[in-house]
T-cell receptor, first 116, second 115 residues
Framework: GDSVTQMEGPVTLSEEAFLTINCTYTATGYPSLFWYVQYPGEGLQLLLKATKADDKGSNKGFEATYRKETTSFHLEKGSVQVSDSAVYFCALSDLTGGTSYGKLTFGQGTILTVHP | SAVISQKPSRDICQRGTSLTIQCQVDSQVTMMFWYRQQPGQSLTLIATANQGSEATYESGFVIDKFPISRPNLTFSTLTVSNMSPEDSSIYLC????????????FGEGSWLTVV
């Protein structure tokens, strides 16, 4: 079945540092890829997504590129802020209309803490 | 777009009791799903709520424990039955619709604590 693997956390950075959270996936077909963020005590928010190979998703300074050849979707941000402290989830879903249409498979989540 | 309202947003429940969570969407959607997020863990799919028929459960989840209804294209309920402290989790409703470009939406979640 489909699976998503994220880098082990937690990740602790100083403000303005560069962030990379690695995400690789295993899937049949051509999944869409997502990054979700969960701030402390809050619900799940979509951060960015990419629906096909070589697509780049971006939002709030975060970027991730859909790399089919390496089955990866690494999250990056050039300069993190304290307010970026949260849990980040990589996920995939088949949105082509198959039997798994709309189901999300999540990675284990990566806790990011940014210090001033 | 789709706006999802989940109720209750939070609750503290006694062990052995059951609680029903409601998910109301402001537009008709193609698919509705229920997920569970246990403390400090990732999200796991419980089941697909099928309109007018029995839900489709993922491995490890059964109808007796998590009965689900979906009477129409905008509403679903998830019941957590005979609760134990291990059921303390966030339960999230998710919807997707082809008419909105296959966008996946999540409700705010229902945060349940079983004591």
């Amino acid at each position: 079945g489909d699976s998503v693997t994220q880098m082990e956390g937690p990740v602790t950075l100083s403000e303005e540092a560069f962030l990379t959270i690695n995400c690789t996936y295993t899937a049949t077909g051509y999944p869409s890829l997502f990054w979700y963020v969960q701030y402390p005590g809050e619900g799940l928010q979509l951060l960015l997504k990419a629906t096909k190979a070589d697509d780049k998703g971006s939002n709030k300074g975060f970027e991730a590129t859909y790399r089919k050849e390496t089955t990866s979707f690494h999250l990056e941000k050039g300069s993190v802020q304290v307010s970026d402290s949260a849990v980040y989830f990589c996920a995939l879903s088949d949105l082509t209309g198959g039997t798994s249409y709309g189901k999300l498979t999540f990675g284990q989540g990566t806790i990011l803490t940014v210090h001033p | 777009s789709a706006v999802i309202s989940q109720k209750p947003s939070r609750d503290i429940c006694q062990r052995g009791t059951s609680l029903t969570i409601q998910c109301q969407v402001d537009s008709q959607v193609t698919m509705m799903f229920w997920y569970r997020q246990q403390p400090g863990q990732s999200l796991t799919l419980i089941a697909t709520a099928n309109q007018g028929s029995e839900a489709t459960y993922e491995s490890g989840f059964v109808i007796d424990k998590f009965p689900i209804s979906r009477p129409n294209l905008t509403f679903s309920t998830l019941t957590v039955s005979n609760m134990s402290p291990e059921d303390s989790s966030i339960y999230l409703c998710s919807v997707v619709t082809r008419s909105s470009g296959n966008t996946i939406y999540f409700g705010e979640g229902s945060w349940l604590t079983v004591v």
